[in-house]
């Protein structure tokens, strides 16, 4: 599966952006699509994640409420919307592709075999 992610940017904090991840190259029927973001010094952090089929949903505990996934199965598309961003949001931010695991597994860096290049988002204070 190839990843493109885009949307990132600088944003106040408080703020909104909505991230995009389109996939292509092969079906997704079975997989799940996750977001993760990494800042320097720190280890790559799960974010949230969605499952093509069904469209059930995951998220780190300390994102809930803040940010939603949703998916266009038309545009083979996966959203992050990201509200009352907090500097402490800034990030690259990846999406990536994992097949054939349990929702739950997700949540797993190593789950995932194809990672798109990133997009950049950073929030100010």
């Known amino acids: 599966v190839q990843l493109q992610a885009s949307g990132g940017g600088l944003v106040q904090a408080g703020g909104s952006l909505r991230l995009s991840c389109v996939a292509s190259?092969?079906?997704?029927?079975?997989?799940?699509i996750g977001w993760f973001r990494h800042t320097p010094g720190k280890e790559r952090e799960f974010v949230a994640a969605?499952?093509?089929?069904?469209?059930?949903?995951a998220f780190a505990d300390s994102l809930k409420g803040r940010f939603t996934i949703s998916r266009d199965i038309t545009k083979t598309t996966v959203y992050l919307q990201m509200n009352s961003l907090k500097p402490e949001d800034t990030a690259v931010y990846y999406c990536?592709?994992?097949?054939?695991?349990?929702?739950?597994?997700?949540?797993?860096?190593?789950?995932?075999?194809?990672w798109g290049q990133g997009t950049l988002v950073t929030v100010s204070s």
């Open positions: 990536a592709a994992a097949p054939r695991v349990i929702l739950s597994m997700l949540r797993v860096l190593s789950s995932y075999a194809d």
């Open positions: 190259g092969r079906t997704l029927s079975g997989y799940g």
């Open positions: 969605i499952r093509w089929t069904g469209g059930a949903t």
